[in-house]
């Protein structure tokens, strides 16, 4: 029930005519998605370079959202060369947390304490990844904005987020994210590690996942009819 009653403001997450965005693009015109991450690079004083995968968290911080698992492996995660850009206010721990990552890494972390709805649209669309590891998620909107403009989610099998992302099968070439079904950090990490060498490795399939996620459909009409044939049928 959690995946039928999801849906979005599909006109105000249009990369096609978002302002808040550097560059506007379309599933034909993906390359400028790589644009609006090296402008985004050089605005919050990251290393700039289109070909490092950049992982958005756009997020309450909060325990429900599976914050703890991120503490726990981002040491380790940050040995290899990705970058992560954190949006949200929540318990303090998880704000000091982020703050500290982002002074030791500062080439790698940006952490953007505060509420800023211009600066998520622009991650949601710079960004190769966006990670939801939530412990429990009723509904889940970060997940489905992401896709809108080609950004591959990663995320927990739990509610919302496993009704909305179809898993990437290998052997088919079908899906719109990666996900993960513990709540355990190191199973994460696993779902990170493997989005990250699709990334590299197989830029055709990465293509083709960030076409898939852009063109599903989670606007509100297709929410509310298939709401509607839970009653009819």
């Known amino acids: 029930l959690s995946g039928i009653l999801n849906g979005i403001d599909t006109?105000?997450?249009?990369?096609?005519?978002?302002?808040?965005?550097?560059?506007?693009?379309t599933p034909?015109?993906?390359?400028?998605?790589?644009?609006?991450?090296?402008?985004?690079q050089v605005d919050l004083g990251l290393k700039v370079d289109a070909d490092v995968p950049m992982i958005g968290l756009i997020s309450r911080l909060t325990d429900q959202k599976g914050l703890d698992l991120v503490n726990y492996i981002l040491h380790e995660l940050l040995q290899d060369e990705v970058q992560l850009v954190?949006?949200?206010?929540?318990?303090?721990?998880?704000?000091?947390?982020?703050?500290?990552?982002?002074?030791?890494?500062?080439?790698k972390?940006?952490?953007?304490?505060?509420?800023?709805?211009?600066?998520?649209?622009?991650?949601?669309?710079c960004a190769d990844m966006v990670l939801v590891p939530s412990l429990f998620e009723p509904c889940g909107l970060s997940q489905m904005i992401a896709m809108r403009y080609g950004t591959v989610?990663?995320?927990?099998?739990?509610?919302?987020?496993?009704?909305?992302?179809q898993p990437y099968n290998q052997f088919t070439g079908e899906g719109t994210g990666f996900t993960f079904a513990n709540y355990n950090?190191?199973?994460?990490?696993?779902?990170?590690?493997?989005?990250?060498?699709?990334?590299?490795?197989?830029?055709?399939?990465?293509?083709?996942?960030?076409?898939?996620?852009?063109?599903?459909?989670?606007?509100?009409?297709?929410?509310?009819?298939?709401?509607?044939?839970?009653?009819?049928?």
């Open 86 to 107: 954190v949006l949200g206010v929540g318990q303090r721990q998880y704000e000091d947390a982020f703050r500290y990552f982002a002074g030791r890494y500062p080439e």
């Open 153 to 165: 989610p990663i995320v927990r099998e739990t509610g919302g987020l496993k009704d909305t992302v």
């Open 28 to 40: 034909k015109t993906m390359e400028k998605k790589a644009e609006n991450k090296t402008r985004l």
């Open 185 to 233: 950090a190191h199973e994460m990490k696993d779902a990170v590690e493997r989005a990250v060498r699709v990334y590299r490795e197989q830029p055709e399939v990465w293509t083709a996942l960030m076409r898939s996620a852009m063109t599903a459909d989670f606007g509100f009409e297709r929410s509310a009819e298939e709401y509607a044939r839970l009653y009819i049928d």
């Open 11 to 25: 006109k105000q997450y249009d990369p096609k005519t978002d302002p808040n965005l550097y560059v506007n693009f």
């Open 109 to 125: 972390v940006s952490a953007n304490i505060c509420f800023d709805e211009p600066l998520s649209h622009k991650i949601y669309a």
